[in-house]
């Protein structure tokens, strides 16, 4: 089924191209004549492009490779990830620590200065 799929969508992208070739000399258009080239070239990479969707389809090897790598991926962000969220906690943590220790600074200060200026 992997062949023949492949082999038919080849078919199909390259025919544009040899329909093309054979066209060229009855066009007289310059212009027309590259806009049609460039259109012709582009549809055979439909081959290329269909290929992966094919494996995918239908090679079960194929599937699990790219689970596999899906897989490994995932893993890797989810801890580069928890290891960021664990040093933005870390250091809000310490953010907040250091604001608390600033704040009853500030109001041991501020209850001295106001013992002072009662006296």
């Given at each position: 089924v992997t062949v023949v799929s492949t082999a038919l969508v080849h078919c199909c992208s390259v025919l544009p191209l040899g329909v093309y070739f054979l066209a060229l000399d009855f066009i007289e258009d310059d212009n027309l004549a590259f806009q049609l080239g460039v259109a012709a070239d582009s549809l055979v990479w439909i081959s290329v492009m269909a290929?992966?969707?094919i494996y995918s389809l239908t090679v079960t090897s194929?599937?699990?490779f790219l689970q596999d790598g899906v897989t490994r991926i995932k893993k890797a962000v989810m801890c580069c990830c928890s290891v960021e969220t664990e040093d933005l906690v870390r250091r809000r943590r310490v953010n907040f620590e250091s604001h608390e220790q600033l704040t009853?600074?500030?109001t041991s200060q501020l209850s001295v200065s106001l013992a002072v200026t009662s006296i």
């Open positions: 290929n992966f969707y194929f599937r699990k009853s600074r500030q």
